[in-house]
Nanobody, 123 residues
Framework: QVRLVESGGGSVQAGASLTLSCKFS????????IGWLRRAPGKERDVVAS????????FFQDSVKGRFSIFRHNANNTVDLQMNSLEPEDTAVYFC????????????????WGQGTQVTVSS
């Protein structure tokens, strides 16, 4: 069974940076696309970024392009979300998730989920 464990959330001021880390276990890591999704207060959960199981294929939501980066570390089965220039609108619970699909650009593609980690950005 796939297990995903997030770490790295917290509370920061606008403009700061945070890195979220997702540790994957239970199945061959190379078979899964890993995504970071978030649920902001009063909003639907959506995909922030994904790192495909196909090499060098990434997705970023428009609102985070140029500010967020995603790194897939195949050596230790982790995927990091580097978040720079954080804005209050980035406040959300962030989830790491896994899918066998290549894209991972919609919530409905994901089969396995972490427990979530809170990110709060104050102005």
């Amino acid at each position: 069974q796939v297990r995903l464990v997030e770490s790295g959330g917290g509370s920061v001021q606008a403009g700061a940076s945070l890195t979220l880390s997702c540790k994957f276990s239970g199945r061959p890591f190379e078979d899964y696309t890993i995504g970071w999704l978030r649920r902001a207060p009063g909003k639907e959960r959506d995909v922030v970024a994904s790192a495909s199981r196909v090499a060098d294929k990434f997705f970023f939501q428009d609102s985070v392009k140029g500010r967020f980066s995603i790194f897939r570390h195949n050596a230790n089965n982790t995927v990091d979300l580097q978040m720079n220039s954080l804005e209050p609108e980035d406040t959300a619970v962030y989830f790491c998730a896994a899918t066998r699909s290549i894209g991972g650009i919609t919530e409905y593609e994901y089969t396995y989920w972490g427990q979530g980690t809170q990110v709060t950005v104050s102005s």
